[in-house]
């Protein structure tokens, strides 16, 4: 949130109501506001946040007004004059509590990012580097989220003002809303006062929160094998028992239409609803920003056609596919080879979606695959450069000795570097293009740390060895993150079978003697027990959908649990559905 003329136009207005305050109460206010990283004093953030309530007063005040117009009841009536109290209550919680989530969010940002960061610090520690260098660097690299910050901060007093490092650093304690940082920065201060070596101090330090790191990515795996639990429990079990109960109370003398209606509610509004749920849950428990690369340059649509060339094209073949598809199908009807009905329509729409995102999931996963192939060899060839290095190579003979290595898909990418360095690129650019050929955060960050050791003329052999550990920390965390949630999507998925066996074994028993009974209109138990008139065709349909969603939700958050890509989940509930569409034409 930054100043702008709408800012400075409330301000002007009731800025001085919020200026009546004490010197002192407004400075901490203020503060809030730096640690927020809100570019607003106190008294302007106010104002705007007044306007803004005002303004959603009179609106929704006005459209409440024209809907009784529309509709004079007692119950419009009622929603006149709730509705923008309301919404002026849910607005001043809203700007109220936005510093303080702002500050929260930022603090875990900073946090998650800080292990990675630190490492980097203590390589260009290495190189004899001043901490107001280290700042000034780290205040140019975006892919610590956050720590960029409080980097610019810490360079921009140092540079622009002329304030000592010391001086510096102690202001941006008092502005970081991260406690870790904080300690770490108090670190630096009594390392720098003592006069202890500084790339001593890092390297402890580095050691100590990367296996603080690793402990806490422990405990939120953990949490998330509770989530995981829950999820069965609630959307994979109740369901079960829901479709049974309403099947068999729609029979015994009950509404099935209501029944009906009730499952195609449940499929189509309230189960995406708690699939996202708990997909916004599953993401909060995880963290893969660190693994999310951050574009350098802004792409046009030129670059990002290039780049993604390959999804593109699948993506649009799929689609002249899925429309020669719908031709075939309703040329047909025309020819009188299928009947037109609704029923139709919905097989055609359910498998047409099936057909457009299929192939270009399954060439998405595959490209992920690669890319985490490459992710686990990376630290043995960055430890072998590091070797070669030792033993005074220089990084083109290095890279040369790495190329004999066995590092799957990771050789073709070694095998363009050398390349490139035999047409006299330089270390620094050869890695950059890797970077941007694979895409991803971690190899991104590693990359940026030997770049900047190797500008500064740190020591090559710690630097590539410091981001060997960086990537096999990483590393380490994906796979027992994969490990522990494998058993829950397995769990998912046999659950899913389960379901579809039950649903099937319904039709099989009672299903088909309820329309037994229906079609022979038994007067003596028709006298004793109601048997409901139902549509086969249309319970069958009702009871499709419900399966149909369950295994697109299920696949998605199976797969997004056990690595934290939605790719993976596409492609599990892809086959899900597939499956699920298959029994029921086939075997229902």
């Known amino acids: 949130m930054r100043k702008t003329k709408y800012s400075e136009f409330c301000e002007k207005i009731f800025g001085k109501i919020f200026l009546k305050k004490e010197q002192k109460e407004i400075d901490e206010k203020n503060l809030i506001m730096e640690k927020a990283n809100i570019v607003l004093e106190c008294h302007e953030y106010y104002s705007l946040a007044l306007v803004n309530t005002i303004i959603l007063f009179n609106v929704s005040l006005i459209a409440s007004a024209i809907l009784y117009f529309l509709i004079p009841h007692a119950i419009t009536m009622f929603l006149v004059l709730i509705i923008p109290l309301v919404a002026t209550l849910i607005s001043v919680l809203l700007y109220l509590y936005l510093p303080t989530y702002k500050i929260k969010k930022r603090a875990e940002n900073i946090d998650r990012f800080l292990p990675y960061a630190i490492n980097f610090i203590s390589s260009m520690a290495v190189a004899g580097v001043s901490p107001s260098e280290i700042f000034q660097t780290l205040s140019t690299i975006k892919v610590y989220g956050d720590i960029q910050i409080e980097a610019k901060r810490i360079a921009k007093e140092i540079t622009v003002m002329g304030v000592d490092n010391v001086t510096a650093i102690k202001h941006a304690i008092q502005l970081s ?8 920065l108090q670190g630096i201060i009594g390392t720098i006062q003592s006069g202890s070596e500084l790339n001593n101090y890092l390297e402890n330090i580095s050691e100590k929160y990367l296996e603080d790191d690793l402990v806490e990515r422990k405990k939120n795996i953990e949490l998330l094998g509770v989530v995981a639990e ?101 040329i047909l009807v025309y020819q009188g080879v299928f009947q037109r009905s609704l029923y139709l329509d919905l097989d055609v729409i359910f498998l047409v979606f099936l057909f457009l995102i299929t192939p270009v999931s399954f060439y998405l996963h595959l490209k992920h695959k690669e890319k985490k192939d490459m992710q686990e060899r990376l630290p043995d060839f960055l430890i072998e450069v590091s070797d070669s290095l030792s033993s005074g190579m220089n990084t083109f003979e290095a890279i040369k000795v790495a190329e004999k290595g066995r590092y799957g898909k990771l050789n073709d990418e070694i095998r363009k570097m050398k390349a490139q360095l035999s047409w006299n690129l330089s270390v620094r650019e050869v890695f950059v293009n890797f970077s941007e050929r694979v895409k991803s955060g971690i190899i991104q960050r590693i990359v940026v740390t030997i770049n900047e050791g190797l500008i500064m003329g740190g020591n090559t052999e710690k630097l590539f ?74 319970l069958k349909y009702a009871l499709f959908s419900f399966v149909y969603v369950q295994a697109i939700g299920s696949g998605l958050l199976a797969g997004y649990m056990m690595d ?13 559905a597939l499956i699920s569409f298959f029994v029921f034409k086939l075997l229902f």
């Open 465 to 538: 060895k410091a981001a060997a550990k960086e990537v096999n920390q990483v590393n380490n965390i994906e796979n027992q993150r994969k490990a522990n949630m494998s058993i829950y999507m397995s769990v998912i998925v046999l659950c899913f079978f389960v379901f579809l066996a039950i649903i099937l074994i319904l039709e099989q028993t009672i299903f088909t003697s309820f329309f037994d009974l229906q079609s022979k209109q038994v007067a003596q138990i028709g006298n004793v027990i109601k048997i409901s008139q139902v549509d086969p065709v249309l």
């Open 564 to 576: 934290g890509k939605v790719v993976s989940g596409v492609r599990y509930a892809c086959v899900l």
């Open 230 to 330: 829950t999820f069965v429990i609630s959307v994979i079990a109740f369901p079960i028992f829901l479709v049974i109960i309403l099947s068999i109370m729609g029979f015994m003398g009950g509404s099935m239409d209501f029944s009906i209606f009730v499952l195609f509610i449940f499929s189509f509004a309230f189960l995406p609803i708690i699939y996202l749920a708990f997909y916004v849950l599953i993401r909060s428990t995880t963290s893969e920003s660190i693994s999310k690369y951050v574009p350098i340059k802004k792409s046009d649509q030129l670059s990002f056609f290039k780049e993604y060339k390959s999804p593109i094209f699948i993506f649009s073949f799929s689609a002249i596919l899925s429309l020669i598809f719908i031709a075939t199908i309703y």
């Open 177 to 184: 809303p991260s406690k870790k940082f904080i300690s770490f």
